[in-house]
């Protein structure tokens, strides 16, 4: 079965673009859909062409393999120019997502009859691209330009209703999308039914553009294709056609030679990589997961019941009193009401996903749960009598999970008789919320609990990352590096702010300061009270227990690095404490720049993560992206810390760690042994 094909249905043809999986515009497909168009565009019997495509969706873009590579023709804005010239009526059939080239491909015919399933969307920036094929200049053509920048700069799909109602899709199809969509085409008048979105014109005040980078400015800070969409959108309503489309172009290429698209579809690749785990495939099985339990109702407990509750799947939260466990069910109430008085969730689903929430403080009602999540006080001997007590309830082959952000989960499962069916599932606070899942395997989970793990996070739509066991993981073992370089910094002579700051600037949703505070900067302090003092430097946390100690615990006690009252201001004892603590240690204080201060929270992270490589605890470089990137907001434009390290080149990063190693002492600074030899090679 070729790629592209055509079949001649009496007066119709219907063009089938078959490319698994996703059928990516790739050039085979260029070339096929090129070639079909112009053979039964020059058929006599053809009154009208229907583009459908089969499998699991209509295309969902152009190939992303193939940005970055040497252009191969027919290029996709040609293959729009040629559809643009045919003059017979085009009405595309769509199902599944038809995103980005495969929605333009869309839009450049004359019509769009959708399955009452499909989303349709132009997530270019997604990638740090804008549409290249046409779309920043015929959505706002067919949808007007607010609706169009909406779409455009937000990336996210929208569902059939919405396309209705916008006017992207002339029909919905509830039953056989093929035959009515050749039935629709059929309908069309003889004359008028040829409706190129190209011939259209729009109008808009140019304020209007100025208002909307505005309104962007916050979500897409730092990010050069949301701004570059206006532009181009602009354009379509100043600009004949054909000068828009060379202006979108031009931007298109020179957005996909830059560093951010590079970075970011580097991630879009490591998301999708991280779930491929040696020796584990899609012939592993994976154990049914149709009841969850819960241990623990606080902030995360109760976050993680959502998770599952979001989805259809019952959850037995357990608490220690009734009273707790009512309190936990009104915290997952409030959340709740919340995401109704938003208009992100109905009432009606409110009721339904609160109906399959039970409350217990009985370990025996848990032994039906086929996934058992502990999130209870982060304290070994507690987690493992939790586990103990689990052993002894819990039906056989049901999988036990510990939500620990840094305990050995070998030493948790070791009070079971069963630690092949134990494994780490760490959630990030806020748990419903967070994209993220770093999912930790000890040395004994067997391969089907790893692969569940995987499965239930693609239902609950997070990004698993699997992690060996270690202090921390990946991802709380590199932030506290992050955070280390933050206090010693601090301690040299770098104001809060100052910190603060410049990893904004670098492109952080917040500084790290501003971020205990909003954590809590007693939780790190009661974790390091039951670690050894050869396990971290004590100095990079001394002005944090000191904060504690008078009563400074963050954004909840109303003062932490930061005051809050009406604004938010500098808590001055800060300063005070960190030049007590700084001649304590013997620190010469000094002016810090900004670029220093960068310089080592980046490469804190990078030296951490080789060395995390090369203990095996990551599978891989990406991986370590993805963790960095969805759980702590690296910004994505830059691509995780390692894709950047890649990016500021390895030699260059090794020679900077040895400058610190001189400067800050090798205790922390000693290269990783695989940078060493990366670098040697790079
Ligand atoms: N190009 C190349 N490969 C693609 C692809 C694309 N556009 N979209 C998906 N794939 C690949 C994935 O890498 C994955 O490969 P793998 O199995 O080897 O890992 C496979 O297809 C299946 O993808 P998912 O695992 O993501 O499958 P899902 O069912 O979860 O999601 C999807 C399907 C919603 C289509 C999702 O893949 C997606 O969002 N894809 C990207 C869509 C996109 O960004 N399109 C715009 C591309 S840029 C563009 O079109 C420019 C144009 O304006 C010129």
Known sequence: MPIVSADIRDDIAVITIDNPPVNALSLAVRSGLSRELALVNSDDRVEAIVIVCAGRTFCAGADISEFGKPPMDPSLPDLMTEMDAIEKPLVAAMHGTALGGGFEVALCCHYRVMDTGTKVGLPEVNLGLIPGAGGTQRLPRLIGVNAALDMITGGKPIDARKAVELGVADMLSADDLLEDAIMFARSLPP????????????????????????????????????????????????????????????????????????????????????????????????????????????????????????????????????????????????????????????????????????????????????????????????????????????????????????????????????????????????????????????????????????????????????????????????????????????????????????????????????MLDMAGIDIGVMARAKLSKDDYDERAFAVHGALVERGHKGQKSGSGFYIYDDDKTLNSEVETIAEEMAEKFGIERRTVSDQEIEERCVLALVNEGYKILEEGIALKESDIDVVFALGFGFPRYKGGPMHYARHLGLKNCLKNIEKYANTQGERWWTPSALLVKLAAEE
């Open 191 to 514: 004359q008028d039914s040829v409706r190129r979105v190209s011939d259209l014109t729009v109008h808009a005040d140019s304020e209007i553009f100025d208002i909307y980078k505005q309104k962007i400015a916050k979500r897409a800070r730092g990010f050069l294709a949301p701004f570059t969409v206006i532009e181009a959108v602009k354009i379509a309503t100043e600009m004949p056609f054909e000068e828009g489309i060379d202006f979108e172009r031009e931007k298109f290429k020179e957005l996909v030679a830059s560093p951010q698209s590079k970075a970011q579809r580097h991630l879009f690749f490591a998301e999708r990589a991280a779930a491929k785990i040696p020796g584990i495939d899609r012939s592993t099985p994976t154990r049914a997961i149709n009841s969850v339990a819960v241990i623990g109702g606080g902030i995360m407990g109760c976050g993680i019941a959502i998770n599952f509750l979001n989805v259809g799947v019952p959850v037995t939260l357990l608490e220690v009193s009734s009273e707790a466990a009512d309190a936990a069910r009104e915290k997952i109430s409030k959340i709740y009401r919340s995401s109704v008085s938003k208009g992100r969730m109905t009432e009606e689903e409110l009721l339904t996903n609160l109906a399959n929430l039970s409350l217990s403080t009985e370990y025996e009602e848990l032994s039906g749960a086929d996934l058992i999540i502990e999130a209870v006080f982060e304290d070994m001997d507690v987690k493992k009598d939790v586990f103990a007590k689990l052993n002894a309830v819990a039906k056989p082959g049901a999988i036990l999970a510990t939500n620990t952000s840094f305990l050995d989960i070998n030493d948790i499962a070791s009070a079971t008789s069963r630690p092949e069916d134990v494994i780490g599932l760490h959630f990030f606070s806020p748990a419903h919320i967070m994209p993220l899942l770093e999912v930790v395997r000890t040395g004994d989970t067997s391969d089907d609990v790893i692969a569940s793990a995987f499965a239930l996070a693609k239902n609950i739509r997070k990004t698993p990352v699997l992690s060996g066991v270690c202090y921390g993981f990946i991802a709380n073992r590199m932030s506290s590096c992050y955070g280390r370089e933050v206090g010693l910094l601090q301690l040299e002579g770098a104001g809060v702010e100052q910190i603060d700051q410049v990893m904004y600037d670098f492109g952080m949703p917040m500084g790290m300061f501003t």
